[in-house]
């Protein structure tokens, strides 16, 4: 019997067609209770897995080891398909026999993947086997504390450079906050009038 396990390595234009043509189990479970959209994240092959999901496959079917599609996604790095199964009800918190998505990521090194979970409220203190995974978890959320409260110091020391006419010395902070907030709208046109104020408007055009 030809069920959608098989097919998961395929293109999904490949998927859809069969899909269309031949009534199979998007859901249907192999010898190790992993679903179609697991197989198609291992892969990995993403189109495939996107197209699952919006067909309806289940985002918090488990295999023997209670793991989800968000845990393999967790260790292949697919942040591509962190929203999809989310808005979709993909539990973020789920617990294998190891640990949550959150602590794969961690054990993978996957800091943008951290971040975005920890974003999106996973649970730091969720069942987890590994001390590492809370140790680890614990000094990333310090690390952006500390950043967060050195971006407002620099910014606030900045302001105050500027005020007391020390335009260089405001230069040097502004551009310290930058590193924190590259962005940011009201650093970067302050320290664009400190260089027009040191008559460095040739500076001041390359740093806008």
């Not at 999901?53 to 989800?68: D, F």
């Not at 790095?77 to 794969?104: C, F, M, Q, W």
């Not at 999106?120 to 590492?132: D, E, Q």
Request: aromatic letters at 10%; one cysteine or more; charged letters at 25%.
């Amino acid at each position: 019997m030809i069920t959608m396990t098989m097919l998961a390595p395929y293109s999904a234009a490949s998927v859809s067609i069969l899909w269309r043509k031949v009534k199979l189990e998007i859901n249907l479970k192999d010898d190790l209770d992993r679903t179609p959209l697991h197989h198609a994240i291992i892969a990995p092959n993403f189109p495939i897995a996107v197209y699952l999901h919006e067909n309806a496959a289940n985002p918090n079917a488990v295999t023997i080891k209670r793991e989800t599609a968000l845990h393999f996604a967790a260790e292949k790095e697919s942040k591509e398909l962190l929203k999809p199964l989310l808005s979709k009800g993909a539990d973020i918190n789920a617990v294998t026999y190891r640990s949550t998505p959150l602590h794969l990521a961690l054990a993978e090194g996957k800091m943008d993947f951290v971040e975005f979970l920890l974003h999106k409220n996973a649970s730091l203190i969720a069942t987890c086997t590994f001390l590492w995974c809370y140790l680890t978890a614990w000094k990333i959320l310090r690390g952006k504390r500390k950043s967060k409260e050195q971006f407002w110091l620099s910014k606030s020391k900045a302001a105050e450079a500027l005020n007391r006419k020390d335009y260089f010395g405001a230069v040097k902070l502004y551009t310290e906050t930058l590193y924190c907030s590259p962005k940011d709208a009201t650093i970067l046109c302050n320290r664009s009038l400190c260089w027009l104020l040191l008559n460095e408007g040739g500076t001041c055009i390359r740093t806008s």
